[in-house]
């Protein structure tokens, strides 16, 4: 049964990896309530970052979604950024301090070429040069 009424969920220094990272990006395919999720610091790496973009992808209720400090890489960011190109709600999104350099800003930077919703990007801390 799919809960109706969580809106806010902070799971920010659980060392969930990618397994929790997995298990939240399928349950982010089916939510339509959470609007604002928080998974900082919670040794997520790029398998885990790759399964919450695919989320991403079809998710039309996440406005604000931190994913700071955590070790997606530049594989990592090519997901997220794929993500973008068709989600059309996230409005904020924390990826400081994911290690993804150079190559992974160019393709969060090519999304958003094409990506009216986001606000608020936060990229600080991944060694862009």
Known sequence: RENQVLTSLNLGKNEIGNKGAKDIGNVLRENTALTIL?????????????????????????????????????TGARGIADALTVNHTLAELNLRNNKFGQKGAAEIAGALMVNSSLTVLNIGLNYIG
Not at 42 to 51: H, K, L
């Open 38 to 74: 928080c998974l900082g610091e919670n040794g997520i790496e790029s398998d885990g970052g790759r399964v919450i973009a695919d989320a991403l992808k079809v998710n039309a209720s996440l406005k604000v979604l931190n994913l700071c400090q955590n070790s997606l890489g530049p």
